[in-house]
């Protein structure tokens, strides 16, 4: 037997995986343990927990895989720095500080934090680690690999060609031009935070026109065979500590949007936001078209692969399909830095202690790949908390919860383990009827306290999913994890539909989760609609709940109005006593 553990972090998204004689057991992003959000430490409570759920000591590891190269890291930060120098000195210094007394000694943080043994510690190469994490978890037998972020050693967008033989590269960019950091950039500028709001800016994209984009084309600049560069006097992330535009940006595209500062796309000001976020969205979509064009036309292969940060834009991954080349897509769910610590693990299992893919691959099925709790402890935990609650036959629960949510209520769903990536994927979920209009507002504004401007994802039935949206030919992978925009074909599900008349629809497969399926199954019985609006459970600002206490503190500060933890459901009320 053959333990691989997978880590990742040091920048944002740290994680931990462990393979058993190759096979995904254990996956978690430190959020989940530490709560903070994006959590950036070294992901020392996942790796402990992934250890303890296999049973095993971290001697029984037979490799620990870092998913990145520090020192050529390192080195392309004091290359890049130095010639920017002087405006380029206050980032110069955090960046020293942070590298000289942290960063560069992961290896023995490694050592010391897990108790591994130093000659069992190894390191890939950060975008070899996302094409692995796509690749090697995907169930193609050979295809084309397309990996884009923000940056990693030096690349920022890296193509390969996947097989039997493992990945072979065949081009990648450089450093400072980067269409994540450009995005990021254009986050900032919209008044978001960066490595967190990419995603507001995709929902903001719904309420605007491209009106923008000859604006964004002299910033992000495509050429005709696919590439790309920056136009690096709009943007500063490559020597500034604190800003990732210029004002060269704001005299290009008007005032920049005060963080915090209401979204109202019905003003004039708002419109104009709006407009500038479809048009970062659509050169962002056409860049990746672009790029996906000159990797088929090198390959010749039906289907690819993408990962990165970027690969987590649905939208853009609607229009690969519709506009690009492949027959096939497929993003894992934790498609970025997360998810490195995956590749970092599948890589060296199979290309390093040279291990050979099934001649037909099975790609990962699941998302539950956390922690989870008995209904034991569970009921434990209640007994002690003295909260009130009704212990439930664990086969009466989707029937209890599909009739709380055809009354219309609101539930937190904790269930199982919890999932891997960002995506709240059925195990800890908010739920509600996608049926009633007001439940977009309610929820925004009474439970997880955020934008309004902000969707609602809808689950459906695997089977049901063509009754209601329209899914390209080649997406159904990247249904499964809630990585695809789809039109919405019926005016029945206005808590999910988007301002453009999408949605980012995950279809549900009894084999990914039998109980949530279940639910989905009962709730289209009670109503003739096998949908639920699903969102993640946690407040804005908050990771996703990970354990049974984290659930209840959440639950009892929002408007929720029942929680189903395990067999048990608890409503609004006070603790006991």
């Not at 459906?460 to 390209?472: C, K, L, N, Q, T």
Request: proline share 6%; aromatic share 10%; charged share 20%.
């Amino acid at each position: 037997m053959s333990y691989v553990l997978g880590l990742s972090g040091l920048y944002h998204d740290s994680a931990a995986v462990l393979l058993h004689d190759g096979k995904v057991v254990a996956a978690a992003g430190e959020e989940r343990f530490s709560r903070v959000k994006h959590d950036a430490g070294l992901p020392v409570l996942a790796a402990r927990w992934c250890l303890q759920h296999a049973g095993i000591a971290a001697g029984d590891l037979t490799c620990v895989v870092w998913y990145e190269k520090p020192l050529r890291k390192f080195e392309r930060i004091l290359v890049t720095q130095v010639a920017q120098f002087p405006r380029s000195a206050r980032a110069f210094r955090r960046s020293t500080f942070n590298w000289l007394t942290d960063k560069l000694w992961v290896k023995s943080s490694i050592v010391t934090e897990l108790g591994v043994p130093p000659e069992k510690v190894l390191f890939s190469d950060h975008h070899q680690s996302h094409a692995a994490s796509a690749f090697y978890a995907s169930p193609f037998s050979e295809a084309a690999v397309l990996t884009v972020d923000g940056v990693g050693e030096w690349a920022t967008t890296s193509l390969y060609r996947a097989g039997p033989g493992g990945l072979e590269p065949l081009a990648e960019i450089l450093f400072p031009d980067s269409i994540g950091l450009v995005y990021s950039a254009f986050t900032a500028y919209l008044g978001f935070q960066v490595n967190d709001g990419e995603y507001k800016v995709m929902g903001m994209a719904a309420y605007g026109q491209p009106r923008y984009e000859a604006e964004v084309r002299r910033v992000l600049r495509l050429q005709a065979d696919g590439a790309y560069d920056v136009d690096l006097d709009y943007v500063s992330y490559h020597w500034s500590a604190e800003d990732s535009f210029t004002p060269a940006l704001a005299r290009l595209l008007g005032p920049p949007r005060f963080p915090g500062a209401p979204f109202d796309p019905t003003t004039p000001e708002g419109q104009r936001y709006a407009d500038i976020a479809a048009s970062v969205q659509k050169v962002t979509e056409d860049a990746l078209v672009g790029l996906a064009g000159w990797l088929h036309a090198r390959t010749g292969l039906e289907n690819l692969c993408l990962a990165g940060g970027v690969a987590l834009n649905s939208v853009a991954n609607r229009q690969l399909l519709l506009r690009g080349p492949f027959a096939r897509l497929y993003v894992q769910p934790a498609a970025g830095d997360a998810g490195g610590a995956m590749g970092a693990a599948l890589w060296a299992w199979h290309e390093v202690l040279g291990n050979p893919r099934a001649a037909e691959p099975v790609a990962l099925s699941t998302p539950g790949l956390g922690q989870a709790w008995s209904d034991d402890a569970i009921g434990a935990l209640l007994a002690d908390l003295r909260v009130k609650h009704e212990a439930i036959d664990p086969e009466q629960v989707p029937e209890r919860a599909a009739a709380d949510l055809a009354e219309g209520k609101v539930l937190g769903w904790f269930q199982g383990r919890f999932e891997w990536g960002p995506r709240a994927l059925g195990h800890r979920s908010i739920l509600a009827d996608p049926r009633r209009a007001d439940m977009t507002d309610r929820i925004n504004a009474k439970i997880k306290f955020r934008e309004a401007f902000r969707p609602f994802a809808p689950s459906v039935r695997a089977g049901d999913e063509a009754r209601y949206f329209d899914v390209p030919p080649g997406g159904e992978l990247l249904a499964e994890w809630m990585l695809l925009v789809a039109p919405v074909r019926t005016a029945e599900l206005p808590a999910t539909t988007h301002a453009d008349g999408t949605a980012r629809l995950h279809v549900v497969r009894f084999e990914a989760n039998p109980l949530f399926h279940s639910l989905l199954d009962t709730f289209g019985d009670a109503t003739g609609h096998p949908v639920l609006l699903n969102t993640s459970f946690n407040l804005k600002g908050e990771p996703i709940v990970a354990s049974p206490v984290q659930a209840l503190a959440t639950f009892f500060r929002s408007g929720l109005d029942a929680l189903y933890l395990g067999s048990f459901r608890v409503e609004q009320s006070q603790v006991e006593g």
